[in-house]
């Protein structure tokens, strides 16, 4: 097992276990630990091989947020054609992919994506 994949399985057992904390039923936690998988795989496939991935959640009763963000090899966010990207857009309420930085060597990609609690209900 790599290194990152390792620290992707840990990002995602903590994402679960706590959402399980804040009452997220099955469906939800199971949509999330792909969510986690995606999003981390989505920005590591675009990230310098020097890079420090960066995982932040926030979880309320009602919602998970996910960001992962990376050093970018090439400042390039994947296309809408890719099938993680489009995997991570029907496994959550929202997402989306953006670059900031201005120079080859500060350019950052980010991946956010939410689980609405209130979203699944309707």
Do not use: Y
């Amino acid at each position: 097992m790599r290194v990152a994949d390792a620290r992707v399985a840990t990002v995602r057992a903590m994402a679960a276990d706590i959402a399980i904390h804040e009452n997220f039923d099955l469906d939800a936690l199971a949509d999330l630990k792909l969510a986690v998988d995606e999003a981390c795989a989505t920005v590591l496939a675009k990230a310098r091989p020097d890079g420090l991935l960066v995982c932040r959640l926030l979880v309320t009763p009602e919602r998970v947020e996910m960001r992962a963000t990376a050093l970018s090899d090439n400042g390039q966010p994947p296309g809408n054609e890719a099938l993680g990207w489009h995997m991570l857009q029907v496994l959550t309420d929202s997402a989306r992919c953006w670059v900031t930085g201005d120079g080859d060597e500060d350019r950052h990609l980010h991946v956010l994506f939410t689980i609405d609690r209130q979203a699944r209900r309707t």
